[in-house]
């Protein structure tokens, strides 16, 4: 999620409470106990969505570890390839 789609989720969350923040305040009875649930609900969705966010977060932390790593690995085959050759006394047809 890019910054700009995180502001965009964040007000919409934000304008969903505030609306159900009011309908609370001025319902009464049994449609005060829906409303609550609902902002119980849209809760739990925001958690599950940061919690979903976060995982993303670390999985890609981790893939740019991994792709690190590979690159640095292929850097030291390189340069151990080149020691390689230009130690080796054998005989080669050129371009090897």
């Known amino acids: 999620m890019t910054i700009m789609q995180k502001q965009v989720f964040e007000s919409n969350f934000n304008m969903i409470g505030y609306f159900l923040k009011d309908a609370f305040e001025k319902a009464e009875g049994a ?19 940061n919690m979903l966010e976060t995982e993303n977060h670390i999985l890609q932390s981790r ?33 090897l």
């Open 31 to 49: 449609k005060k106990k829906q409303i609550a649930n609902l902002i119980g609900n849209i809760n739990q969705m925001y958690i599950y969505a």
């Open 63 to 95: 893939e740019d570890e991994i792709n690190n790593e590979k690159i640095k690995w292929a850097e030291r085959a390189r340069v151990a390839e080149e020691v390689i050759f230009k130690n080796d006394k054998t005989i080669r047809p050129k371009g």
